[in-house]
């Protein structure tokens, strides 16, 4: 969607995304975000209140976003659909900015966050993987955490790859290589084929597909 035609509480919330996600929680502040959404400051503080308000109000969006990607892409078997990982390559860099950078901030609400993303990746690998029996609170701990490095990271796996920022290209040839390194066992073979269906549709239609060394 343009960012023309979303509301005007829409506006700041994702010109709040990117200030907490480049300047920090310290660093950012209602005067800045109302000049980035083109707005008032008085108009931040009607919707939002306090920064505070408007960093909680962040928080709960980045998490209902996580919820709906992860239910259309696995429940609703989204992994092997084109349009909707073009969608979410273009819509999921600030969210997963913002989320880098609370994590490394530290925070309560960066702590509850992680903790409901495990939960959520627990029962996923419950439900779909075929990993022999083992200790699953530690694997989803684990799995969200190595998950979470590339967002915290993002920034260096970008130049890393030769780009010159997170874009829907880079994302795509993360998301090949992770299903490369993981065991389809993790996520059980369904979903990883589904993935990799997914990801060769995507690229092969935009035209970013790496090819593969000689």
């Keep these: 969607m343009n960012e023309d035609d979303l509301t005007a509480r829409a506006r700041i919330r994702n010109a709040a995304l990117r200030q907490f996600a480049d300047k920090g929680v310290k660093g950012t502040t209602i005067r800045g975000v109302a000049e980035a959404a083109g707005v008032s400051p008085a108009l931040v503080q009607h919707h939002f209140g306090s920064k505070e308000q408007l960093r909680e109000a962040c928080d709960a969006y980045v998490m209902e976003y996580i919820r709906g990607a992860a239910t259309e892409a696995v429940d609703e078997r989204g992994l092997d659909d084109p349009r909707f990982l073009a969608s979410t390559y273009a819509t999921a860099p600030p969210v997963m900015t913002y989320l880098g950078r609370a994590l490394v901030e530290g925070s309560p609400a960066a702590a509850a966050m992680f903790d409901e993303m495990v939960d959520m990746t627990e029962q996923y690998l419950k439900t779909y993987g075929q990993l022999p029996p083992g200790d699953l ?16 990271l993002h920034g260096h796996v970008a130049r890393a790859l030769g780009d010159e920022a997170f874009g829907p290209a880079t994302t795509a040839r993360v998301g090949q290589a992770s299903l490369d390194v993981v065991s389809p066992a993790l996520v059980g073979p369904e979903m990883a084929d589904l993935a990799r269906a997914g990801i060769d549709r995507y690229q092969q239609e935009n035209g970013t597909k790496e090819q593969d060394d000689e």
Excluded at 137 to 152: D, H, N, P, S
């Design 137 to 152: 609170r530690a694997q989803a701990v684990v799995f969200t955490a190595m998950k979470l490095g590339i967002t915290v």
